[in-house]
């Protein structure tokens, strides 16, 4: 027996996440997703998306680190190859630039990742209680 949450209408991923990352509804698209810097709101007052359920846990730090590292790791490399600048100008340039990418990328990728749950219906974004406990049976 199929259960009533794989027959409803799929959810657009990329859109989900768009829209997560701009820190809007993933459902709706207003401006509610957090209520605070990485605080996600209770739920959406324009569509009423109960966004409580959500479980981004440790995926937004992992991949801003990851990012992060990927965009100042290269810069740095360059830096020391064209200028050689001495060490302590690294660490201090370097570490606040780090710093301040990961604060303002943090809130971007936990959105996207938000957005990604809603849209594959994950962690009560989709299936109720009673389906998962079916499936989990099956």
């Not at 768009?18 to 605070?36: D, I, V």
């Not at 409580?52 to 290269?74: K, L, W």
């Not at 740095?76 to 600048?85: F, G, N, Q, T, W």
Request: net charge neutral.
């Amino acid at each position: 027996m199929i259960s009533e949450h794989l027959l409803e209408e799929p959810r657009q991923r990329s859109q989900a996440m768009w829209r997560g990352a701009r820190g809007q509804c993933p459902s709706c698209g207003e401006k509610h997703l957090f209520r605070a810097y990485l605080k996600v709101s209770d739920e959406c007052p324009s569509c009423g998306l109960a966004l409580s359920g959500h479980q981004a846990d440790d995926a937004p730090p992992y991949f801003t680190i990851f990012i992060v590292g990927h965009i100042i790791v290269p810069v740095a490399l360059v830096v020391e190859k064209l200028y050689s600048p001495p060490l302590y100008i690294h660490a201090l340039v370097f570490s606040l630039l780090a710093v301040l990418a990961s604060l303002i990328s943090l809130p971007i990728v936990k959105g996207a990742v938000v957005g990604l749950q809603w849209a594959l219906r994950l962690h009560g974004f989709g299936a109720t209680n009673e389906d998962d406990a079916t499936a989990a049976k099956s």
